[in-house]
């Protein structure tokens, strides 16, 4: 839609609603048959809002710090998201908010435009009317060729398991680079479900919000941040059935548009890797035990399946020289399923034996010994 504004004071108004048409396919529009006089034309697109990623609150934020950024004209207009005549970080929390589907519209609307301005003397006046979608202050999606397709993959990265319903995905830095934006639009299969997303990352403001299927993640920080390879950014508080297939892997996962990376100033990544392991639901018989992840870089657990309950549970961990470093005496534990942490990320690199000890009636049972290593 398009909109000739006609003014009888002057070309600063105020104005007056003279016409309205609709462009064609391609943004052409025409108005004819009015008089002379100042005039002004404005448009109003009946496009979906999109375009708008942690990429531009990022952006936003550097132009309301002064760090690196001033926006003018249009893209200042589209950066006003709360319609209160202000940037600021309070328009940064909307835009957070919105692409994390916890709000459905902003108070400014969708789609910002410029109002072009023209005196009319019989004379035929051509005007190129600029619009953006409010928040997309780089300009990322546009009517003709919409916006880019995902700048992001994820990566298959080792294993991990669990023998219970709930259990925890991260997600992972793949490079050191520095880093000053993240947003993910992931789309989840039938079977799986998040509970909760929680930042690893120790900077910085991070919002996620769940839509049916789809898990939409954002986050930026000024000062930016530089993870090391392998770091994990993220971890998902996940839940599958036991009785849903045992394997899940990133490739599951549907990367959707607006998922990119971006540096410090804003600039996106031209294709920007993270990391996630695959997940094995391992089908432990009874008395079986393993320790997962192994090796690991950080918090390991035991999972066991105990056919009856145990009197006791007794942990013991031994360096390479033999000398304990770490027990647990657990006093009574039910049959079924049981997951032990093991604070592994306290201890150095290198192998560590791992003995797991039952009493059941009365009668100590040595369940199971392995060699358990630290990267």
């Not at 700048?151 to 294993?159: A, C, I, P, V, Y």
Request: proline residues 6%.
């Amino acid at each position: 839609m398009v909109y000739l504004l006609r003014s009888n004071n002057g070309p600063n108004g105020p104005w007056v609603l003279a016409d309205s048409t609709i462009s064609g396919s391609g943004g052409a529009y025409r108005f004819e048959q009015f008089s002379n006089g100042n005039y002004s034309v404005k448009a109003k697109p009946s496009l979906p809002w999109n375009g708008v990623n942690g990429t531009d609150a990022l952006f936003i934020l550097r132009h309301n710090t002064g760090l690196g950024f001033t926006l003018s004209g249009l893209p200042l207009e589209a950066a006003d998201v709360n319609a209160n005549q202000l940037v600021n970080a309070a328009d940064v929390l909307t835009i957070n908010r919105r692409f994390s589907n916890l709000l459905s519209s902003f108070p400014s609307g969708d789609w910002a435009s410029e109002v072009q301005g023209f005196t009319a003397n019989g004379q035929p006046a051509t005007r190129n009317i600029r619009t953006l979608c409010y928040g997309d202050v780089n300009g990322s999606y546009n009517f003709s060729t919409a916006r880019l397709s995902s700048r992001l993959r994820l990566e298959t990265q080792g294993e991990l398991s669990s023998n219970t319903p709930a259990w925890t995905w991260p997600i992972a830095a793949v490079d050191r680079q520095e880093l000053g934006a993240i947003s993910l639009v992931l789309g989840l299969p039938e079977g799986l479900t998040v509970h909760k997303v929680v930042s690893k990352i120790p900077v910085g403001s991070m919002e996620y919000g769940l839509s049916g299927h789809e898990l939409r993640i954002i986050w930026h920080a000024l000062e930016g941040y530089t993870p090391e390879p392998g770091q994990v950014l993220f971890e998902l508080e996940m839940e599958s059935p036991l009785s849903a297939s045992g394997d899940w892997n990133p490739g599951q996962l549907e990367i959707k548009d607006l998922s990119e990376l971006a540096d410090v100033w804003a600039t996106p990544i031209e294709m920007g890797i993270l990391s996630m392991p695959k997940f094995m639901k391992p089908n432990l018989g009874h008395d079986d035990l393993q320790i997962v992840p192994n090796p690991s870089s950080g918090e390991a657990q035991i999972r066991l399946n105990l056919d009856s309950q145990s009197q006791q549970i007794n942990v013991i961990v031994r360096d390479a020289l033999g000398r304990i470093i770490y027990s647990e005496l657990l006093d009574e534990a039910p049959a079924g399923c049981k997951a032990l942490n093991l604070p592994s990320s306290q201890w150095g690199h290198g192998a560590y034996s791992v003995q797991v000890s039952l009493v059941k009636n009365g009668q100590p049972c040595l369940l199971h010994q392995f060699l358990h290593r630290v990267n």
